[in-house]
């Protein structure tokens, strides 16, 4: 799966996730985004990502290991490296990019 970076700005994140990067596990159907719901400024559809960080990239080399996943919004992720052809795509879902991080990015790789 896809490797992501967390957005270090959004404010409804764990502090502990915020810059780090993680692997998507599961690209889940959109949903409303409560940023701009709750501000009367639009439901604002967005899918959201299961991220799987592991414990000690977080916490430190001493830590007890284990995964730890978040779900958030696609506006909350930032891409990490430019996505693959499509011929080299698995899924037909959407490729996991914020487009306000990374206007090029797009399911066809143009």
Known sequence: MPT????????????YIRGQTGVV???QPAHVLPDT?????????????TVRFDSRELVGADAERF???VDMYESY????ARPPPP???????????APRHWS???PSGA
Not at 37 to 49: D, I, K, R, S, W
Not at 77 to 80: F, G, H, I, N, V
Not at 87 to 97: E, K
């Open 67 to 69: 995964a730890l996943t």
């Open 25 to 27: 596990d599961i690209i």
């Open 77 to 80: 992720l930032e891409t990490t």
């Open 37 to 49: 719901n709750a501000h009367f400024l639009g439901e604002n559809p967005q899918h959201v990502y």
């Open 104 to 106: 090029s990015c797009s």
């Open 4 to 15: 992501i970076r967390v957005s270090r700005t959004h404010i409804r994140l764990p502090g």
């Open 87 to 97: 011929a080299a795509r698995t899924n037909l879902l959407p490729w996991p990019c």
